[in-house]
């Protein structure tokens, strides 16, 4: 067992056991989605035609919250010292983390969509893009939100303004992730031209995003 | 005995290097500020003379063509703000400049009000032009993210209280978002968008007639002048602050012993 596999061991099983473990982000997820008919009245067609939106919205909240505490929490009990003493180097040994979050917090949001879909009555080829562009999707908000996270080690405080920070640089997989799924739903546009923008957006955001963290956590003290 | 270089009285660095010495980088703002806000005021005078009274109308937009001398350069200062920024992030984590972090937070109330500035007569020229105060397209999207991005910044100085920790993290932060200022030039280009696609910085040169297109140039000076005289400015002040603040301490230490 490499000491990568063993801290993605280490992330996955401290992930599942503490604090509800990957269902509290789907809970988080289907609250959201249970406020929002409530608000905007029980419309069968205008919640099908928003349907995709409110899912990604619902998305990007859940996982920006679970991602608050991905540094800080090893921060706290000093095996973020020992972390980054490892021989590995520092951008692998942060996407090893983020791969564990997205297993335990990421994928099951992306389980979840088909089923919130249901109460939001989109239809199943609207459901099946919505699906396929947050599995795409769910991984870049991860990584963005890692230098988010990476920041907030720093802070102490953390919370609203971690979301804050990081909210504006996730609106482009916003953007694409809703434009893909209407366009599956019904638009002129086919849906692969939106969906391949933002499968490029993911696979920026694994350029870019442990570099930034890694800058951010080099430099906590 | 051999005489080392150690024992010889060390020149002064030039350039940018030079400047790290607070005291050295105060004594030429106070040179040269007073020269810097007379020329700002000056060519502010000419610039907006040239564009409210030489320069024409617009056949179909009439004076309400006149807003773009203040929206066009304030756009564009508000994005060589971020530059300016990511440039001293760059001096905080590269180079280590000592005086990058101050360059750096005081950059970001001026950018982030020469971007509220942009959104603001741009709004106001799109009411009578497009009908409407506000539409999502790209352009206006990205400047909106660009203004949130400010103000995101600004939180996170003002939410870490060691301010060499704060200097980091910002510069962080700005050079990851760096990203949204091609989004934002280039946004035009790559959407169908309700603004206007690039009419000055564009492959081919310029599209407007020089009649309007020198007192815009001219007003894009006096907006830069501005943006280095306030900046300037406001890194002497941040630098007395500073200092303010540890005499501060120094004297709570001293209470404190006694």
């Known amino acids: ?221 | 005995m051999l005489e080392t270089t150690s024992s010889l009285p060390k020149a002064a660095p030039s350039g940018l290097r030079g400047l790290a010495n607070p005291t050295r980088f105060l004594a030429l703002v106070d040179a040269t500020l007073p020269w810097l806000i007379g020329i700002t005021a000056l060519v502010f005078a000419f610039g907006l003379a040239q564009a409210l009274f030489v320069a024409p109308e617009d056949y179909q937009q009439g004076a309400t063509v006149k807003i773009m001398y203040l929206h066009v350069p304030s756009a564009w200062l508000s994005m060589m703000g971020w530059t300016v920024m990511s440039i001293a992030a760059l001096g905080t984590l590269v180079w280590r400049h000592p005086l990058a972090d101050v360059a750096a937070k005081t950059a970001a109330p001026i950018g982030a009000a020469l971007t509220f500035l942009c959104l603001v007569t741009g709004s106001l020229w799109g009411r009578p032009m497009w009908g409407t105060y506000w539409v999502w397209d790209a352009r206006l999207t990205s400047v909106l993210v660009l203004f949130l991005m400010y103000l995101g910044v600004i939180a996170l100085w003002h939410s870490v209280e060691d301010q060499a920790r704060a200097a980091r993290a910002a510069a962080v932060l700005t050079l990851v978002g760096a990203v949204n200022l091609p989004i934002i030039k280039f946004s035009v280009d790559w959407w169908n968008t309700l603004h206007q696609p690039a009419s000055v910085f564009r492959m081919g040169g310029p599209t407007i007639a020089p009649s309007i297109l020198i007192p815009l140039l001219i007003m894009a000076v006096a907006f830069t002048l501005l943006f280095f005289t306030l900046h300037l400015a406001a890194m002497r002040n941040e630098i007395l602050r500073r200092r303010v603040r540890s005499l501060l301490m120094q004297q709570a230490e001293a209470a404190q012993r006694d």
């Open chain 1, 1 to 221: 067992m490499t000491g990568l596999g063993a801290l993605l061991l280490r992330d996955i099983r401290l992930a599942l056991r503490l604090g509800g473990g990957g269902w509290i982000g789907v809970l988080f997820f289907l609250i959201i989605i249970t406020l929002i008919p409530f608000a905007v009245g029980p419309d069968l067609a205008l919640l099908r035609r928003l349907g995709p939106a409110f899912l990604w919205i619902g998305a990007l909240l859940a996982s920006l919250l679970t991602l608050d505490r991905l540094f800080a929490a090893d921060h706290d009990d000093g095996s973020l010292d020992i972390i980054l003493m490892a021989p590995a180097p520092l951008e692998i040994v942060i996407v090893i983390k983020a791969l564990a979050h997205f297993l335990v917090n990421g994928l099951p949001l992306v389980v979840a969509a088909p089923v919130l879909g249901l109460l939001l009555n989109i239809e199943p080829p609207g459901m099946a893009a919505v699906t396929l562009t947050l599995m795409v999707g769910t991984p870049a908000l991860t990584l963005i939100g890692l230098v988010g996270a990476a920041l907030a080690v720093t802070l102490r405080r953390g919370g609203i303004l971690v979301a804050v920070l990081i909210l504006p640089l996730t609106i482009p997989v916003l953007i694409f992730g809703v434009t893909a799924s209407n366009a599956a739903m019904s638009g002129p546009v086919p849906f692969g031209t939106p969906f391949t923008i933002l499968c490029a957006l993911s696979l920026a955001s694994l350029a870019i995003g442990p570099f930034a963290a890694a800058a951010a956590l080099r430099n906590r003290e």
